[in-house]
C-alpha cells in the first residue's frame, strides 16, 4: 500500500454494523428480535451497500453481534459483491459458525472471514469473550475455513489481562491457513472499566513482541487502534540500519509496513451502525449523520467529525508536536474514551516528541 491513495475522497475501510444485541443474554440464548424495529430493513441495506459501493473502499465488513443470525445475510453479501466490493465478515464468539453456514458464504463470494480468538487456551478464550466453548469452536471453524479455500484473518482484542497471550495465540494460529492476524488494542466503551487499558510501558512490550513475531509468522500481522505502532516500528528500522536519529528516512521507502496502512485509521475508515448511524469508528461514536436521511459520500468527504479527522493539525499534546503526527496521529477513539476530546494527545504512548525532549533538557 502506497501512501497516494486518496482517503479524502475514499475510505479505505468501510464497516456495516448488520445487527446489534437488543437483549440480555440468557443462558445460551441471546434476543436479536430487533424489537424497537430501529435496524436497517433490506432495502435500506441494500441502499447503503450501493452507497458505500460508491465510495470504492479497497476493504468493507459486515459486523455486527452477529451477522450470519441476520436474515438474508448470504443474499446481502452476494449483493455486495455484485456491487463490486469485496466482501469481508467479522463473526464474533458467540456465533455457532458451521460447516454449511461457511459453504454458503463461500459460494456468496465472501472475500474473507474473520474469526475472533483472544487467547492461546480454551480457558483463558472462554474466559475473556464469556462464551464457553467458544474457543473450541472457533478452531473448528477455522478448520472449515481452510477446507471450503475461503481465505481467513484472525482478530485479537488485546487487553491488559490477556497482553501475555500473544506467543500463545501465534502458537495456535500459525497451524492453520491465514491470510492476516489483526491485533486489536480496543479503545474502552462507556462503563467499561479503565483497569483494563494497557499502560504506555504495557503497550510498548507488546509492539517489541509483535514485531518479533511479525518476522517469523507466514502471515501478515496488523495492527488496530495503536498508530503509536508504525514509529515503533520505523524506529526499530532506523536502528537496524544505523542511522541513528536520521528522521529523514521516508518509514516506507523500501514497500511500507505489511499489511498497515501508512495513515491513521481515523482519517480514513467509516462504520455504520445497525440504525443508520454514521461515525468515524464503532469506538469513536461520534455521529456524523444517519443513513436514512443523509448521503453517505458526502458526509465522509465533507461532514464532521471527517473533515476534522483528516487535519492532522487538530491533534493536541504531543501528539500535536511530534515528528511522526502525519505517520502516527495517535489514537482518536482512545483520546476521546480517555480525555473526552478526540483531538487529545494519545494517552498510551510514551514517545516524547523532539520538541518536547528539547524542552525537558532546557
Not at 106 to 119: E, F, I, P, Q, V
Not at 198 to 219: G, K, N, T
Amino acid at each position: 500500500m502506497t501512501t497516494n491513495f486518496d482517503f479524502q475522497s475514499h475510505p479505505f475501510v468501510a464497516i456495516w454494523e448488520t445487527n446489534a444485541r437488543s437483549g440480555p443474554q440468557t443462558g445460551d440464548t441471546l434476543d436479536f428480535s430487533n424489537r424497537d424495529g430501529l435496524e436497517l430493513t433490506d432495502k435500506e441495506a441494500e441502499q447503503l451497500i450501493r452507497d458505500i459501493a460508491e465510495l470504492r473502499p479497497p476493504v468493507f465488513f459486515f459486523a455486527g453481534d452477529d451477522p450470519l443470525r441476520r436474515e438474508n445475510i448470504y443474499s446481502l453479501v452476494q449483493y455486495a459483491a455484485s456491487c463490486g466490493l469485496h466482501p469481508n465478515m467479522i463473526v464474533g464468539p458467540n456465533s455457532n459458525l458451521t460447516r454449511a453456514a461457511i459453504s454458503d458464504l463461500k459460494k456468496a463470494d465472501l472475500s474473507r472471514l474473520g474469526l475472533t480468538l483472544d487467547a492461546g487456551t480454551a480457558q483463558m478464550h472462554d474466559h475473556l469473550c464469556a462464551f464457553p466453548g467458544s474457543f473450541a469452536r472457533t478452531l473448528e471453524a477455522m478448520k472449515w475455513a481452510n477446507e471450503c479455500r475461503l481465505p481467513l484473518q484472525i482478530h485479537t482484542n488485546l487487553r491488559r489481562r490477556n497482553l501475555q497471550q500473544l506467543k500463545q495465540i501465534a502458537s495456535v494460529i500459525r497451524c492453520f491457513r491465514i491470510v492476516a492476524w489483526i491485533v486489536s488494542f480496543p479503545a474502552p466503551q462507556p462503563r467499561e472499566s479503565l483497569h483494563d487499558v494497557p499502560s504506555a510501558a504495557e503497550f510498548e512490550e507488546a509492539f517489541a513482541l509483535i514485531h518479533e513475531l511479525a518476522q517469523e509468522l507466514p502471515f501478515k500481522v496488523k495492527t488496530e487502534e495503536a498508530p503509536h505502532y508504525r514509529p515503533f516500528v520505523v524506529q526499530q528500522r532506523i536502528r537496524v540500519r544505523g542511522a541513528a536519529g536520521s528522521l529523514a528516512v521516508l518509514p516506507f521507502e523500501d514497500g511500507g509496513i505489511p499489511g498497515i496502512l501508512p495513515i491513521n485509521e481515523a482519517m480514513a475508515s467509516i462504520f455504520i451502525s445497525s440504525t443508520g448511524e454514521i461515525f468515524p469508528a464503532k469506538a469513536l461514536r461520534i455521529s456524523g449523520g444517519n443513513i436514512r436521511r443523509d448521503k453517505l459520500a458526502e458526509i465522509y468527504r465533507n461532514g464532521e467529525p471527517f473533515a476534522s479527522l483528516r487535519d492532522p493539525d487538530n491533534v493536541k499534546g504531543k501528539c500535536g508536536e511530534c515528528e511522526f503526527k502525519d505517520l502516527c496521529g495517535g489514537s482518536r477513539a482512545r483520546a476521546w474514551a480517555l480525555h473526552g476530546d478526540m483531538f487529545e494527545e494519545e494517552p498510551c504512548c510514551s514517545y516524547l516528541p523532539i520538541a518536547a525532549a528539547a524542552r525537558k533538557v532546557g
